[in-house]
C-alpha cells in the first residue's frame, strides 16, 4: 500500500526512526539501517548515563538529524564527544575519532527502541558483576509485592 507521491510511506521506506530525550527538548531521526547495536559496558557510558549498562545503536553520521533542540557536548575522553540534553540530561549520541562519520545513538532514547535489538556486548571486561548474577533474582512486572 506504499503511495510514492506520500512523503510519509517513503520515509517509512528508508527505515525512518525517531527519538527524543525525557523532556523532549531534544528530538531526532535516522534514516536506514543500523550498522550494529550493543551493550556497551565501559566506564565512561556508565557515569554519562548513570545506569549499569547502555546499549547502542550505529548509524553512519549523515544519516541522523536532530530535529529539535541543541545537545549539548561533552569530551568524555579525547577525541570522544557525547551529547545530551541539556535540559533533562539524557545521553543521546556518541562520537569518536576513531569511528569518524559515525554515531552512537542510546537505543533506549527511541520511540521504538524494541526495533533495535543490541546484537553484542562490548567493554564486557568491564561488566559490572552483579549485572548477570542478578538473572536468577526474582523478576517484578512493575513494583514488588508490599507484602
Ligand atoms: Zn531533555
Ligand atoms: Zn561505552
Not at 568491564?126 to 526474582?138: K, M
Request: hydrophobic share 35%.
Amino acid at each position: 500500500m506504499t503511495r510514492p507521491e506520500d512523503p510519509e510511506a517513503t520515509e517509512a521506506d528508508e527505515g525512518r526512526r525517531t527519538g527524543r530525550c525525557l523532556c523532549g527538548a531534544i528530538a531526532f531521526a535516522t534514516r536506514g539501517p543500523s550498522l550494529m547495536s550493543a551493550f556497551c559496558h565501559c566506564p565512561s557510558c556508565r557515569r554519562a548515563s548513570g545506569a549499569p549498562v547502555v546499549a547502542w545503536a550505529m548509524f553512519p553520521t549523515d544519516r541522523l538529524e536532530i530535529t529539535r533542540g541543541e545537545p549539548r557536548s561533552v569530551a568524555s575522553s579525547p577525541g570522544v564527544r557525547r551529547r545530551f540534553c541539556g535540559d533533562c540530561g539524557t545521553a543521546l549520541f556518541f562520537e569518536s575519532k576513531e569511528i569518524e562519520g559515525l554515531v552512537d545513538v542510546t537505543i533506549a532514547s527511541f520511540d521504538d527502541p524494541e526495533a533495535l535489538a543490541p546484537a553484542m556486548h562490548i567493554w564486557d571486561r568491564h561488566r559490572l558483576e552483579w549485572l548477570d548474577s542478578g538473572a536468577g533474582l526474582p523478576r517484578h512486572p512493575e513494583l514488588p509485592p508490599t507484602e
